[in-house]
């Protein structure tokens, strides 16, 4: 079971390398109060274990949250306490709500989209979350099922993002499709031409029956 999540893992790291310039070598998780929770709840020591996920070392993995998403465990109270003091270890990515705190779902969702060069892995339990996730195409979700870490496989609006781009490749490119319309330009161009040229060709053939008929007088008027 561990060597197939491990290959599983491996193959998704990959295709968003390939796609997505994915850096496969430093990684940033970004989680949320959910996602601590069911770590704390299977007793999986995050800071231990993904490092150990994608195979590299401590300081190769780096774990991000946000004050939103600290903030929204701490007025949860009692019940997220212990996902908040997990989430209190981990550095804070800087998001634009300052004080102004919003829930973790759009928190994240503005980090994700505006996130740049700093690609995050997300990791949350929260259903709407995860379905936001999915829809920003080129961002991993890393959920945990079975008391294990996971990272879920491409989503299909990555995937759309990803043929899209093929499809884009093997189309003509903008100097390829000049060098089509000038192509067809001249075509178009050249038609009436042709057309004129057959029309004034027909017209200076003399008529082969005028022609005969002449000859034909001619040699009678001869023998006379
Ligand atoms: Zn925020």
């Not at 390829?176 to 178009?188: A, D, E, G, P, S």
């Amino acid at each position: 079971m561990k060597i197939r999540r491990h290959k599983h893992t491996k193959r998704v790291l990959k295709y968003y390398k390939a796609n997505f310039k994915f850096d496969t070598k430093l990684f940033n998780v970004l989680i949320d109060g959910t996602f601590a929770n069911e770590a704390l709840n299977g007793k999986i020591n995050l800071a231990e274990q993904l490092p150990k996920f994608f195979d590299v070392k401590d300081n190769k993995c780096k774990l991000w949250t946000t004050k939103c998403a600290i903030h929204e465990t701490e007025i949860l109270g009692k019940p997220t306490r212990g996902a908040m003091l997990i989430l209190k270890q981990y550095q804070v990515a800087e998001c634009k709500h300052k004080r102004n705190f919003i829930s973790s779902e759009k928190c994240f969702k503005n980090l994700i989209s505006e996130s740049g060069d700093t690609k995050f892995i997300v990791a949350t339990q929260s259903d709407s979350l995860k379905e936001i996730v999915r829809s920003v195409p080129g961002t991993p979700l890393m959920i945990i099922s079975h008391n294990a870490i996971n990272l879920e496989k491409p989503s299909e609006k990555t995937d759309d993002l990803v043929n899209k781009r093929l499809e884009g490749k093997l189309a003509p490119n903008l100097d390829q499709m000049k060098v089509i319309k000038q192509l067809k330009k001249k075509l178009n161009e050249q038609k009436p031409q042709v057309k004129r040229i057959q029309k004034k060709r027909k017209a200076k053939e003399p008529n082969p029956l005028s022609c005969k008929k002449k000859k034909k007088t001619q040699q009678f008027s001869n023998k006379k």
